[in-house]
């Protein structure tokens, strides 16, 4: 694939070469006009032009992908089309369940359905957890704006910013208080 350009480059530039004058002919010599015969090796002039490589090159490359790809593909499409054929539609046998992929009518499409594409069960039951999920994540919100109202209605201290202490010293601090309430009573004065 990659050499049709090559050969088709150089078949184009064979005509243009060959292009040339017709030689005269006088008693059975050639004498060409096209042609110039130096023995000298003297100066040579070269045309500048731009290269085309960039261009045969994405030509040969795209040749070459194109037909990589396009002959497999054909194949199979043809093996598949003229093999196997489509799918004939039959009773379901009592006691069978038809796959998922059993539904389709065409052997390439049973093939994608089978190996490449999700069972639709397994698809739904993905949707299904992934929309309870969400409903316990919008019911666990909701019961922190619940939790966090209750505490600004009540003027409760704790929060999430709250580091509770150790309840002994709580204890020895209450039980110390109310030594003194019943020592001293509620009518203390300085």
């Given at each position: 694939?990659?050499?049709?350009?090559?050969?088709?480059?150089?078949?184009?530039?064979?005509?243009?070469?060959?292009q040339?004058?017709?030689?005269?002919?006088?008693q059975?010599?050639?004498?060409?006009?096209?042609?110039?015969?130096?023995?000298?090796?003297?100066?040579k002039?070269?045309?500048?032009?731009?290269?085309?490589?960039?261009?045969?090159?994405?030509?040969?490359?795209?040749?070459?992908?194109?037909?990589?790809?396009?002959?497999?593909?054909?194949?199979?499409?043809?093996?598949?089309n003229?093999?196997?054929?489509?799918?004939?539609?039959?009773?379901?046998?009592?006691?069978?369940?038809?796959?998922?992929w059993?539904?389709?009518?065409?052997?390439i499409?049973?093939?994608?359905?089978?190996?490449?594409?999700n069972?639709?069960?397994?698809?739904?039951e993905?949707?299904?957890?992934?929309?309870?999920e969400?409903?316990?994540?919008?019911?666990?919100?909701?019961?922190?704006?619940?939790?966090?109202?209750?505490?600004?209605?009540?003027?409760?201290?704790?929060a999430?910013?709250y580091?509770?202490?150790?309840?002994?010293y709580?204890?020895?601090?209450?039980?110390?208080?109310?030594?003194i309430?019943?020592?001293?009573?509620?009518?203390?004065?300085?």
């Amino acid at each position: 694939m990659v050499s049709w350009s090559a050969l088709g480059r150089s078949f184009g530039i064979n005509l243009l070469k060959n292009q040339t004058k017709p030689g005269i002919r006088v008693q059975n010599v050639n004498f060409s006009t096209s042609k110039i015969l130096n023995g000298d090796h003297g100066p040579k002039v070269m045309a500048l032009q731009p290269s085309r490589w960039q261009w045969h090159k994405f030509k040969d490359m795209f040749h070459f992908y194109t037909m990589l790809g396009l002959i497999p593909v054909t194949a199979i499409i043809f093996y598949a089309n003229v093999f196997i054929g489509p799918a004939q539609l039959e009773p379901i046998p009592d006691g069978y369940n038809p796959k998922h992929w059993e539904y389709y009518r065409h052997p390439i499409t049973r093939f994608i359905a089978r190996y490449i594409h999700n069972n639709p069960q397994q698809d739904y039951e993905k949707f299904m957890h992934f929309l309870d999920e969400e409903q316990q994540k919008a019911k666990l919100r909701e019961l922190e704006k619940q939790i966090i109202k209750r505490m600004s209605e009540n003027q409760d201290y704790q929060a999430y910013y709250y580091r509770p202490m150790v309840n002994k010293y709580l204890r020895i601090n209450k039980q110390v208080g109310d030594d003194i309430h019943n020592r001293v009573g509620d009518d203390y004065k300085d």
